[in-house]
């Protein structure tokens, strides 16, 4: 699996999910994505964890019923509200879930 930092986007879009995945391309149309990944937050009631700046959350492949990460899908610009430069942490959780994806 080759993917570059540089071409690694995280949207936030008008369903309010987030999304990290591969920007293959774009243009004014759409942003061609793979190895799209979805990001829920995890409730958590326990206010020391908040306050000690821990994050829980879960990932799943953003196209549903499927086994393999690589399916592209376009993204409709005017579904996204931003989009950003994904953390380290998370890209190395988002690349452990592609890895393990790929091995079932």
Known sequence: MKISRPSLGQFYLVTGEWIVAQILENDENHYLVDHAVLIKDLEDDDFENEMEGKQY?????????TDNLETS???NPISIVSLSTPSDNLLINTYNLAKLCRKY
């Open 57 to 65: 959350y879960i990932m799943r492949p953003f196209l549903k019923y």
């Open 73 to 75: 899908c376009a993204i």
